[in-house]
């Protein structure tokens, strides 16, 4: 059974940083796009940033430059850096890992959900 556990989320002050780490178990990540989503009150979830199994990043626009989502294939593991935080970044942020077969994309999995708050 495939499961994703987020850790590192918690209450920093603006402009504060914290680091979320996803560990993967069950299946391997090597062929596998992994990443994070975030999940505000009353609001859609939304793409933070991926990371392919060929390392390829992608990321919302409003964290370009402050977050940074780096991957141990070997650990099946994956991190976002946030830094320079604000108070619209507060959501609750899951895991995400979509696996690849011969090159098909997979169901994704998902993480419970860990809920990083920006606040003074």
């Known amino acids: 059974q495939v499961q994703l556990v987020e850790s590192g989320g918690g209450l920093v002050q603006p402009g504060g940083s914290l680091r979320l780490s996803c560990a993967a178990s069950?299946?391997?990540?090597?062929?596998?796009?992994m990443g994070w989503y975030r999940q505000a009150p009353g609001k859609e979830r939304e793409l933070v940033a991926t990371i392919t199994y060929g390392f390829s990043e992608n990321y919302l626009d409003s964290v370009k430059g402050r977050f940074t989502i780096y991957r141990d294939t070997a650990k099946n593991t994956v991190h976002l850096q946030m830094n320079s935080l604000k108070p619209e970044d507060t959501a609750v942020y899951y895991c995400?890992?979509?696996?690849?077969?011969?090159?098909?994309?997979?169901?994704?999995?998902w993480g419970q959900g860990t809920q990083v708050t920006v606040s003074s």
């Open positions: 069950g299946t391997s990540a090597d062929m596998a796009t």
């Open positions: 995400y890992m979509r696996p690849y077969v011969s090159g098909r994309p997979r169901n994704p999995y």
